[in-house]
Protein backbone atom coordinates (compact mmCIF):
# COMPACT_ATOMS: atom_id res chain seq x y z
CA UNK A 1 0.00 0.00 0.00
CA UNK A 2 1.42 3.53 -1.20
CA UNK A 3 0.90 6.37 1.23
CA UNK A 4 0.80 9.65 -0.04
CA UNK A 5 1.31 13.33 1.01
CA UNK A 6 0.83 16.38 -0.92
CA UNK A 7 1.60 19.83 0.24
CA UNK A 8 1.83 23.47 -1.14
CA UNK A 9 -1.54 24.64 -1.37
CA UNK A 10 -2.63 27.59 -0.47
CA UNK A 11 -4.89 31.25 -1.04
CA UNK A 12 -3.33 32.95 -4.38
CA UNK A 13 -4.70 35.72 -6.64
CA UNK A 14 -6.21 35.12 -10.11
CA UNK A 15 -3.37 35.13 -12.21
CA UNK A 16 -0.73 33.75 -9.58
CA UNK A 17 1.07 30.73 -9.89
CA UNK A 18 1.77 27.99 -6.61
CA UNK A 19 3.41 24.90 -6.55
CA UNK A 20 2.18 21.53 -5.25
CA UNK A 21 4.23 18.67 -4.37
CA UNK A 22 3.44 15.30 -3.16
CA UNK A 23 6.07 12.35 -1.82
CA UNK A 24 5.14 8.56 -2.41
CA UNK A 25 6.44 6.23 0.28
CA UNK A 26 5.65 2.12 1.24
CA UNK A 27 6.19 0.73 -1.94
CA UNK A 28 8.41 0.64 -4.91
CA UNK A 29 7.40 2.88 -7.57
CA UNK A 30 9.40 1.67 -10.88
CA UNK A 31 7.50 1.84 -13.85
CA UNK A 32 4.19 3.57 -12.38
CA UNK A 33 1.85 6.68 -13.66
CA UNK A 34 2.07 9.47 -10.78
CA UNK A 35 -0.63 12.01 -11.36
CA UNK A 36 -2.91 14.96 -9.72
CA UNK A 37 -6.56 15.35 -9.60
CA UNK A 38 -8.66 18.21 -8.16
CA UNK A 39 -12.05 18.18 -6.34
CA UNK A 40 -13.62 21.40 -5.83
CA UNK A 41 -16.89 21.86 -3.23
CA UNK A 42 -19.99 19.91 -4.31
CA UNK A 43 -18.25 18.60 -7.50
CA UNK A 44 -16.47 15.00 -8.58
CA UNK A 45 -12.85 14.80 -8.48
CA UNK A 46 -11.58 15.27 -11.64
CA UNK A 47 -8.40 14.39 -13.39
CA UNK A 48 -5.64 17.17 -14.08
CA UNK A 49 -2.09 15.62 -14.95
CA UNK A 50 -0.44 12.78 -15.34
CA UNK A 51 3.31 11.48 -15.94
CA UNK A 52 4.68 8.06 -16.82
CA UNK A 53 7.93 6.84 -14.70
CA UNK A 54 10.40 8.10 -17.39
CA UNK A 55 8.89 11.50 -17.89
CA UNK A 56 8.26 10.98 -21.69
CA UNK A 57 4.36 10.54 -21.62
CA UNK A 58 2.45 13.67 -20.13
CA UNK A 59 -1.21 14.17 -19.82
CA UNK A 60 -3.37 16.77 -19.15
CA UNK A 61 -6.82 18.04 -18.83
CA UNK A 62 -7.37 20.69 -21.12
CA UNK A 63 -8.70 23.04 -18.36
CA UNK A 64 -5.19 22.91 -17.52
CA UNK A 65 -3.28 22.94 -20.96
CA UNK A 66 -0.81 25.58 -20.95
CA UNK A 67 -1.03 26.58 -17.47
CA UNK A 68 0.55 23.69 -15.60
CA UNK A 69 3.70 21.48 -15.78
CA UNK A 70 3.70 18.19 -13.78
CA UNK A 71 7.70 16.66 -12.99
CA UNK A 72 8.57 14.00 -10.88
CA UNK A 73 11.80 13.00 -9.26
CA UNK A 74 11.83 9.06 -9.06
CA UNK A 75 15.37 9.50 -6.49
CA UNK A 76 13.18 10.83 -4.21
CA UNK A 77 9.61 9.32 -5.00
CA UNK A 78 8.12 12.93 -5.69
CA UNK A 79 5.87 14.01 -8.03
CA UNK A 80 5.40 17.73 -8.35
CA UNK A 81 2.67 19.88 -10.17
CA UNK A 82 4.16 23.82 -11.54
CA UNK A 83 0.72 25.85 -11.94
CA UNK A 84 0.88 28.90 -13.29
CA UNK A 85 -1.97 31.77 -14.62
CA UNK A 86 -4.39 30.16 -11.79
CA UNK A 87 -7.97 31.45 -12.33
CA UNK A 88 -10.70 30.91 -9.67
CA UNK A 89 -12.37 27.73 -11.13
CA UNK A 90 -9.16 26.25 -9.94
CA UNK A 91 -9.83 26.27 -6.91
CA UNK A 92 -10.51 22.50 -4.99
CA UNK A 93 -8.34 20.22 -2.89
CA UNK A 94 -5.74 18.63 -5.28
CA UNK A 95 -4.59 14.97 -4.26
CA UNK A 96 -1.62 13.06 -5.84
CA UNK A 97 -2.23 9.61 -7.42
CA UNK A 98 -0.01 6.51 -8.34
CA UNK A 99 -1.10 3.41 -10.80
CA UNK A 100 0.30 0.81 -13.02
CA UNK A 101 -1.41 2.52 -15.84
CA UNK A 102 -2.75 6.23 -16.20
CA UNK A 103 -6.02 4.52 -16.30
CA UNK A 104 -5.28 2.95 -13.34
CA UNK A 105 -4.34 6.30 -11.33
CA UNK A 106 -7.97 6.98 -10.01
CA UNK A 107 -8.58 3.32 -8.58
CA UNK A 108 -5.54 3.43 -5.83
CA UNK A 109 -5.18 4.72 -2.95
CA UNK A 110 -5.45 8.83 -2.06
CA UNK A 111 -3.41 11.11 0.15
CA UNK A 112 -5.52 13.78 2.11
CA UNK A 113 -5.07 16.26 -0.41
CA UNK A 114 -3.78 19.78 -0.16
CA UNK A 115 -6.36 23.05 -0.59
CA UNK A 116 -6.01 25.35 -3.18
CA UNK A 117 -7.85 28.79 -3.27
CA UNK A 118 -7.63 31.17 -5.98
CA UNK A 119 -9.28 34.49 -5.25
CA UNK A 120 -10.64 36.38 -8.75
Known amino acids: QVQLVESGGGLVQAGGSLRLSCAAS????????MGWFRQAPGKEREFVAAISWSSSVRSYADSVKGRFTIFRDNTRNTVGLQMNSLKAEDTGVYFC?????????????WGQGTQVTVSS
Open 26 to 33: GRTLNGYY
Open 97 to 109: AVGATMGALSSGS
